[in-house]
């Protein structure tokens, strides 16, 4: 089992920057894919991005790509998330996810282990 702790949110201009960050509980933490997800006001939560456990593959949604980058440090058992070139519809509260299957670290439904969410507010 892995406990996931966010923080790094906060309130920026559109256009500005921000970093996430993710720290991981546990001795494992390299052999779980990590992920980022994002839940609007009024709206389902989304994938974001994610990581392998090995960090050798990434994935992003079609509208970060580009903007967002992912990352982690095993050695720190934290994954981050580098968001520059902000846009207010980007505005969400943006959870960490964790799940030792990689074929489940891109879906809410099949994640196993979620963060309790950090608020990114992008002001127009």
């Known amino acids: 089992q892995v406990q996931l702790v966010e923080s790094g949110g906060g309130l920026v201009q559109a256009g500005g920057s921000l970093r996430l960050s993710c720290a991981a509980s546990?001795?494992?933490?390299?052999?779980?894919?990590m992920g980022w997800f994002r839940q609007a006001p009024g709206k389902e939560r989304e994938f974001v991005s994610a990581?392998?456990?090995?960090?050798?593959?990434?994935y992003y949604a079609d509208s970060v790509k580009g903007r967002f980058t992912i990352s982690r440090d095993n050695a720190k058992n934290t994954v981050y998330l580098q968001m520059n070139s902000l846009k207010p519809e980007d505005t969400a509260v943006y959870y960490c996810?964790?799940?030792?299957?990689?074929?489940?670290?891109?879906?809410?439904?099949?994640?196993?282990?979620w963060g309790q969410g950090t608020q990114v507010t992008v002001s127009s």
């Open positions: 546990g001795r494992t933490f390299s052999s779980y894919n």
């Open positions: 990581i392998r456990w090995s960090g050798g593959s990434t």
């Open positions: 996810a964790a799940d030792l299957e990689t074929s489940s670290i891109t879906s809410v439904s099949t994640v196993h282990y």
